[in-house]
């Protein structure tokens, strides 16, 4: 299945991951540090609970932490999909809730985890719009420049759910 979008001329993520709000971090499986060229990111036991919407064979996390994976694409998704992310963010909510260091990635850690942990952000208090930015600041401007997604969230996941299922 192809997952991430190739047309993009979107600089890689400078951090493998970064903190939005205590306890809840976002990244992707790639970054690539100032002045170096792109690194793969292999999660060891950083975290509790890693959520990733993307999987790369020995790209982790270590044996014995929580793993949730739920891969979509970076691209228009499906209702089933939008369940998944759905289901995705009640999860990493619940876990920043408990106080479990949760880390959300995706392949560069912009859109699909973006997408996701400004969705958890809603679930914890945030409005969209502050969810949003939140991400964007402390992830990367680059984050969530899928505007499709951006819509998904100003229209609610619910909503977004029953209006793609009229398309199919």
């Not at 993009?8 to 540090?33: A, K, Q, Y």
């Not at 208090?125 to 402390?138: I, K, N, P, Q, S």
């Not at 984050?143 to 793609?164: E, K």
Request: hydrophobic content about 40%; overall charge neutral; proline content about 9%.
């Amino acid at each position: 299945m192809r997952t991430r979008q190739k047309d993009r001329e979107t600089p890689g993520p400078s951090e493998p991951w970064n903190e939005i709000v205590p306890g809840l971090w976002m990244g992707g499986h790639h970054h690539t540090p100032p002045g170096g060229e792109l690194e793969p990111v292999v999660v060891g036991r950083q975290f509790d609970l890693v959520v990733s919407l993307f999987t790369l064979p020995g790209h982790g996390p270590a044996p014995g932490v929580e793993h949730v994976v739920r891969e979509v694409p970076d691209r228009p998704l499906s209702p089933d999909q939008l369940l998944a992310v759905q289901e995705a963010a009640r999860l990493t909510a619940a876990a920043v809730r408990r106080g479990r260091r949760t880390l959300v990635r995706c392949h560069s850690g912009y859109n699909r985890s973006g997408l996701v942990v400004a969705q958890a952000l809603v679930g914890l208090g945030h409005d969209t719009d502050g969810a949003v930015r939140l991400v964007r600041e402390r992830r990367s401007p680059w984050a969530l420049n899928n505007p499709v997604f951006v819509d998904y969230l100003n229209t609610g996941l619910d909503v977004a759910v029953l209006l793609t299922g009229l398309n199919g």
